[in-house]
């Protein structure tokens, strides 16, 4: 009673400074957190909008609630947004910056300050790239496939282009944060195979984002250089070569979707062993499966050209490496599903996240064999196909991780519980909207219908209605959490240090922590997830 | 709203070939996918936490349980792999015998050309039971040669031939799409392909053709621009004799070796990439960039291609010591090619 009276009068990272001036100048990792928190709410709204307008467009087989050139650059926006300035930052920019020192068990991260400057690149970045989208848009999609970004556009081509290569900086810097942090500032006893697991694959996930990133950079340079300076590089009109173009932009991109998928891949190892109390069945296969996925992620590029022209040898090269990287990942999934067995398992909303993740991600997964496949890949890559596939990983995988992560944490983040209930119902209405949404689009693609089309055949819009009501639900499915945790931010019963009896080291801090995390340095005997050894402080068995 | 169709239509050799393997890959995956959320659900409800204070017996993982979830996965996949590229070589290797339509794309249509002359927009009409070739080049941005009931898709690229095969199996009216996006009218960039019995296809042909075959289009630019100045049948002109030259081997000045494919062709007349060939020191050829369409281009290129081979008895001194002064190697032709300007394709 007397240690509560104390927590409650010691000053937390939310209370231990006042005013906006605390939050803007800020080098506390956990309010960094909040601000990317902020940054990548709206950033997500903004999409989420974008491609509600581009599903109503799609009620109907005509293009007449917007015009093709609107379509177009509705889609263009969705995607530069999702992909850039929610998905990619999305876990490793909050959970990452609030929990990695924790975690650890470091007072913040290697370079406060630096990371401090990430976030102000961030919004840098994203205010430029929304100018180019308010100002007129870009129609280019997210790809911004040449010749037509660097000759046949008319639209704010260089302006997007900018600001995406500045968001990278902020992506580059982060990711050089953590892996120093991890490398350098972990507690005395924390080795390497004490880590959690969330520490791996974050590890796995800065190393793409420092490697793969500033190719991403140069390739957008040499768009805005052909562009201006017409300098050939991607023009044949002046001797350069569209497919490099292809080459360049996917050695970033493909593995940018490990970016986006790995972190989340983090928080459900997490979740699955809070859950079930247990450690993560076959540690060691799940951590190395993060660092080989980041490995391989680099090799597969080509998968996304094989109509484009590859040569059938170097397709075949690339359509075996695909199979390869999915190797890790379906080791994962199996780990998850054997640490349920004989675990104790309970049904909060963050586990109900978890467990959605490992459906929709298996399917995500499965449905990019399909793809690997070079045959079939002829058939259905650009058309919905692709696109459900896509988002079975990214918004059934990456979003789902993110969002059970914020439950999981939100007691650590704000210090007090959410409405369980609603959380729950929440949990199963995304669940329902997603599947509703994006199941049908796999029936599209096999169908034929490409991706990118305003208008499309009548014989399809019974699918195309599906996915539109699904979606609609699925938006209000994002927007309950959005209202209950602001909600349970203020008014939410106090959650106290360990409200799910978990093991990690950022349960042993109170909630909120305080400024600094640690009072004194915490020593690690043991390895994560011993909840036999740690059965005396969490009042087990 | 129209009837709900879930399958598209089967209607080529390969996409008879690719529905197999699909399914198959289906079930593989329904299979899998559902014993793992049984799983899954049972783990959840079975071992449902009954005491908020229980602590189940710890369990850390199983190697020889990991070995086998990582060896069974990967040797299924290498399963998918293998019959994956077999289809896509399959499909990336058009029959010798194909009969050639040429498609050129531009911002949005799809502009078609016959070997007999014949042209269209954004309609092709092929007969059935015939592989047909096509190669495409587009005029502007990389669009896309897409027809779902056929399975195949090909990027078609500017500056570049890309070619792509198909032998429709069922008459019948199938959607053409651009599947790369390419700009404002993307969508609209559709069209129809018609696959006719050989009876109603000849019916067709015979309604519409009239202007004259590709390759005889591609005779009178070839002496309208100049080309027949330098190379002459007789062989004594500054540039290579043509005959013959269509799908062989040619060494550059630089030393590099190529094959006389339609991309070479159009690198030559284009200025690109193209000579000038051992023993042509003289490199005096003008780029005709601007000067011809890809339409005429590939008129020219048909041309080129139905020229029958340098031993031929219709040109007087082709032979010897002419042709050693231009450094090309006399009997490089190639019996067979011996179909002269005009000549309908041999699938016909």
């Not at chain 1, 520490?199 to 040499?222: C, E, G, Q």
Request: charged letters at 10%; hydrophobic letters at 45%.
């Amino acid at each position: 009673m007397i240690a509560k009276v104390r927590a409650a009068e010691t000053p937390n990272y939310l209370t231990a400074e006042q005013g906006i001036r605390s939050w803007l100048l800020t080098t506390d990792h956990k309010r960094i957190a909040l601000l990317y928190i902020a940054a990548i709410t709206f950033f997500f709204m903004l999409g989420g909008v974008a491609a509600l307008l581009m599903r109503l467009e799609l009620l109907t087989p005509t293009a007449d609630l917007v015009q093709p050139e609107t379509y177009n650059k509705l889609f263009t926006a969705h995607g530069v947004i999702m992909v850039w300035f929610f998905l990619i930052p999305s876990i490793p920019t909050t959970l990452g910056n609030f929990l990695i020192p924790l975690m650890v068990g470091a007072k913040d991260v290697a370079f406060p300050k630096l990371n401090l400057f990430s976030w102000y690149l961030f919004m840098t970045g994203g205010c430029i790239t929304l100018y180019a989208l308010a100002s007129g848009g870009v129609d280019t999609g997210w790809t911004f496939y040449t010749p037509f970004s660097t000759v046949y556009s008319t639209t704010h081509v260089i302006t997007a282009a900018i600001g995406i290569f500045i968001v990278g900086f902020s992506s580059i810097l982060t990711g050089l944060n953590f892996i120093t942090t991890i490398h350098r500032l972990r507690a005395p006893g924390l080795t390497w195979f004490r880590l959690p697991l969330f520490i791996w694959s974050n590890y796995a996930t800065s190393v793409v984002m420092v490697l793969a990133t500033p190719v991403l950079a140069i390739t957008l340079l040499m768009i805005v250089v052909e562009r201006v300076f017409q300098v050939g590089i991607f023009s044949p009109w002046l001797g350069g070569d569209p497919v490099l173009f292809q080459h360049l932009f996917w050695f970033y991109s493909h593995p940018a979707v490990y970016i986006m998928v790995l972190p989340s891949m983090g928080v459900v190892s997490e979740l699955v062993a809070a859950f079930s109390r247990r450690s993560v069945f076959g540690y060691t296969f799940v951590a190395f499966a993060s660092i080989s996925i980041a490995v391989i992620s680099f090799l597969v590029w080509g998968h996304h050209m094989f109509v484009a022209g590859l040569s059938v040898y170097s397709a075949m090269a690339f359509s075996f490496l695909s199979y390869l990287v999915a190797v890790p990942s379906a080791i994962k999934v199996f780990n998850w599903t054997a640490t349920l067995y004989k675990g104790s398992v309970s049904w909060d909303t963050p586990m109900l996240y978890a467990i959605g993740f490992i459906g929709l991600f298996t399917i995500g997964g499965m449905t990019g064999l399909f793809l690997a496949a070079l045959g079939i890949d002829v058939h259905v890559t650009d058309t919905y196909f692709v696109i459900a596939h896509f988002h079975y990983i990214m918004v059934g995988g990456a979003v789902m991780g993110y969002l059970g992560g914020l439950h999981y944490w939100w007691p650590k983040i704000s210090g007090r519980m959410y409405p369980e209930t609603l959380a729950k119902a929440s949990a199963l209405t995304i669940f329902l909207g997603f599947n509703l949404t994006f199941f049908p689009q796999f029936v599209l693609g096999w169908l034929g219908m490409p991706r990118r089309y305003a208008s499309y055949p009548p014989e399809w819009q019974f699918l195309h209605i599906i996915s539109t009501a699904g979606a609609t639900i699925l938006g209000v499915g994002y927007l309950l959490p959005l209202v209950y945790l602001t909600w349970a931010w203020k008014f939410g019963p106090s959650a106290g240090p360990n409200p799910w009896r978990a093991t990690g080291l950022e349960w042993q801090v109170p909630s909120p922590p305080p400024k600094h995390n640690f009072e004194v340095t915490p020593v690690i005997t043991r390895k994560a997830y011993d909840y036999a050894g740690m059965k005396e402080e969490l009042r087990l068995g | 709203m129209n009837s709900l169709d879930l399958l598209p239509p089967t209607a080529s050799t390969y996409a008879n070939q690719l529905n197999d393997f699909f399914w198959v890959m289906v079930a593989v995956c329904a299979v899998v996918a559902t014993a793992i959320a049984i799983f899954l659900i049972y783990c959840a409800v079975r071992y449902h936490r009954k005491d908020p204070d229980e602590l189940p017996e710890q369990i850390r993982g199983d190697n020889k349980l990991e070995i086998t979830w990582t060896v069974v996965p990967a040797i299924i996949f290498m399963g998918m792999f293998g019959w994956g590229a077999k289809t896509y070589f399959d499909v990336e290797q058009p029959p010798v015998n194909s009969m050639n339509i040429y498609v050129v794309a531009e911002q949005w249509m799809w502009k078609i050309q016959h070997p007999d002359g014949i042209r269209e927009i954004n309609t092709l009409h092929v007969p059935i039971d015939t592989p047909v070739r096509l190669t495409m080049i587009s005029q502007d941005v990389i669009h896309d040669f897409f027809v779902p009931a056929f399975r195949i898709k090909q990027d078609v690229l500017p500056r570049r031939y890309m070619t792509i095969w198909f032998q429709a199996t069922k008459a019948g009216k199938y959607h053409l799409f651009c599947a790369e996006y390419c700009g404002a009218k993307h969508a609209g960039m559709i069209g129809w392909v018609y696959a006719m019995n050989p009876a109603d296809y000849q019916q067709w042909v015979d309604r519409g053709g009239g202007e004259g075959s590709l390759a005889s289009t591609g005779e009178k630019l070839f002496h309208q621009f100049g080309c027949a100045n330098c190379h002459r049948y007789e062989g004594h002109g500054p540039g290579p004799d043509l005959r013959g030259l269509y799908g062989h081997q040619v060494t550059l000045a630089t030393g590099v070796t190529r094959i006389a494919d339609q991309t070479y062709l159009r690198d030559c007349i284009m200025g690109d990439k193209g000579g000038p060939v051992a023993g042509f020191r003289d490199h005096i050829m003008p780029t005709f960039q601007g000067q011809l369409s890809e339409e005429q281009l590939l008129a020219v290129i048909s041309y080129i291609q139905a020229m029958g081979p340098a031993t031929g008895t219709q040109t007087p001194s082709s032979a010897g010591t002419t042709l050693d002064d231009y450094g090309r190697q006399p009997g490089i032709a190639e019996p067979g090619a011996t179909s002269t300007a005009g000549t309908k394709p041999d699938s016909r």
